[in-house]
């Protein structure tokens, strides 16, 4: 995905088309080309051709049902949310991609605000995300819509949560996080020295994060950086707060998920219980 060399392609009709998607995805699965067309102020033969452009693109996905509509692919979502997060100051120039997994797509990228930062693209309708779905009112909205509230949900939590060890957060467009490029490795892949302070100052952070009333919901060794410098906990688009349905259960289960690695990898052997009385603790 060079969304780079793709953005340079773009003419302004594109982006008035993509524009009127955008503000319909949340009443349409696929939005009418009538209402593109209308809402871009371009001809609707027009409209159908910057459409039929754009899809062999791969940018949007173009359908024929009871009427013809359009809606976002993935790569379409995320090139549209960096023109919103370009058009609004934030980022000047996007590099290479960093890494992709089911839940996101990261690309280093340049602020003139900010400096060197990351944009993080959220993904939905993967596997993983179902859980949450079932749990939140997303009924059967488009891929898309489920994406941007991803991408909301992790920005308000790190909003909450800034001055503690997650990254700093800049801003948040469609499905994309503007942040902070932390250089440090996921835990997973480095042998910590001193994995007794690790694991305390893990534990240390999610007892902060529920003083600040949320939950991670998904941590892992996969989403805790380390360096010499200390840790981070990263990638909260499933988080919850204090007080929500199912909160417990989750803050138990991200515990457990720690502990079971340091046991695993380090010989490390703490009580669940003990570790949830000290984060619950006012």
Not at 16 to 31: Q, S, T
Not at 145 to 171: T, W
Request: glycine share 6%; with cysteine.
């Amino acid at each position: 995905m060079n969304l780079a060399e793709l953005y340079k392609e773009m003419g302004r009709h594109s982006w008035k088309i993509l524009d009127a998607i955008f503000k319909n995805l949340w009443d349409y699965e696929y939005v009418p080309i009538q209402l593109i067309a209308s809402q871009a102020r371009i001809g609707e033969e027009k409209a159908r051709n910057i459409l039929r452009y754009l899809s062999d693109l791969r940018i949007v996905q173009n359908k024929q049902t009871e009427y013809e509509g359009s809606t976002f692919t993935f790569f379409g979502l995320s090139l549209y949310s960096l023109h919103r997060l370009v058009r609004k100051g934030h980022v000047e120039a996007i590099g290479k991609i960093m890494g992709e997994g089911k839940e996101s797509a990261v690309f280093n990228c340049y602020s003139g605000k900010y400096g060197e930062c990351v944009v993080k693209f959220h993904k939905v309708g993967h596997t993983s995300f179902k859980k949450v779905k079932e749990k939140r009112d997303y009924g059967d909205l488009h891929f898309s819509v489920l994406a941007i509230r991803s991408a909301r949900n992790e920005y308000r939590a790190l909003k909450k949560l800034q001055g503690l060890a997650v990254p700093k957060v800049y801003a948040w467009e469609g499905n994309a996080v503007l942040m902070e490029l932390i250089e440090a490795r996921e835990l997973y892949r480095v042998r910590v020295e001193n994995p007794e302070d690790v694991l305390d100052m893990i534990i240390e952070e999610v007892a902060k994060f529920y003083r600040r009333g949320i939950v991670h919901g998904d941590l892992s060794q996969y989403n805790v950086l380390a360096s010499s410098e200390g840790i981070w906990i990263i990638d909260f688009p499933q988080s919850v707060e204090v007080g929500e349905e199912g909160w417990k259960e989750m803050l138990e289960r991200d515990v457990r998920n720690i502990l079971t690695y340091f046991n695993r990898t380090y010989r490390m052997e703490k009580d669940i219980n003990s570790v949830l009385d000290r984060i619950m603790q006012e």
